[in-house]
């Protein structure tokens, strides 16, 4: 089974502080993403990455920035956090499936709340 | 561009009664589909997804759906709900983009489902 992890389940932090959000994959997906999941508005695309060093902006990627330095590893970060960034975080990774259909294996969710 | 419409947010059903979630896709392309579930405090789960193989599509828990190309929707049903079936259901298309060897999937708002006895 494919298993996405990220590094903590609920996270607290202060305004301005810089936040690092990480996920780990174990089934050398090519593809990662990172969503924010809002009561009302689904997921949202923040940045997504189709190859180690490869980034590419999503919907909402301001105030965000990532990094993938490994295959496996894909990480956000809040550069200064603020309490409209307070939300679920969820990554996810894919490959081609069946079809090339790239269905996506998602993460448990970062809960972040900024105070 | 893709997109994706869930008909109402919140949907209640007794336990033993049919479940019927509703979703409306728009696509240029011919899409892929999925619906994934999510319980309270858990990432997303696959549910069962579309691939131009077979219109009726059968996944886990006891779910289906079936793709209608001519109403462009992709509803989720199960003939009897069960109180585990309790969660935020959600819609997906793909946006057909293969530049790169990528695939982004465009996601409903969800529809949440209460299962009362």
């Known amino acids: 089974d494919v298993k996405v992890t990220q590094s903590s389940r609920y996270l607290v932090k202060r305004t301005g502080e810089k936040v690092f959000l990480e996920c780990v994959q174990d089934?050398?997906?090519?593809?990662m993403f990172w969503y924010r999941q809002d009561p009302g508005l689904g997921l949202r695309l923040i940045y997504f990455s189709y190859d180690v060093k490869m980034k590419e902006k999503g919907d909402i990627p301001e105030g965000y920035s990532v990094s993938r330095e490994k295959k496996e590893r894909f990480s956000l970060i809040l550069e200064s956090a603020s309490t409209n960034q307070t939300s679920m975080y969820l990554c996810?990774?894919?490959?081609?499936?069946?079809?090339?259909?790239?269905?996506?294996?998602f993460g448990p969710g970062t809960r972040l709340t900024v105070t | 561009a893709q997109s994706v419409t869930q008909l109402g947010s919140h949907v209640s059903v007794s336990e033993g009664a049919l479940v019927l979630l509703r979703c409306n896709y728009s696509s240029s392309v011919p899409p892929y589909l999925f619906w994934y579930v999510q319980y309270p405090n858990q990432g997303l789960q696959l549910l069962l997804k579309?691939?131009?193989?077979?219109?009726l599509v059968k996944g886990i828990n006891g779910f289906e759906a079936e793709f209608k190309k001519s109403e462009t929707s992709f509803h989720l049903t199960k003939p009897s709900a069960h109180m585990s079936d309790a969660a935020e259901y959600f819609c997906?298309?793909?946006?057909?983009?293969?530049?790169?060897?990528?695939?982004?999937?465009?996601f409903g708002a969800g529809t949440r489902l209460a299962v009362h006895p």
């Open positions: 579309y691939t131009s193989a077979a219109t």
């Open positions: 997906a298309v793909s946006s057909g983009g293969i530049s790169g060897g990528y695939n982004k999937l465009i």
């Open positions: 996810a990774s894919s490959s081609p499936g069946t079809g090339g259909t790239y269905e996506q294996y």
């Open positions: 089934m050398d997906h090519e593809n």
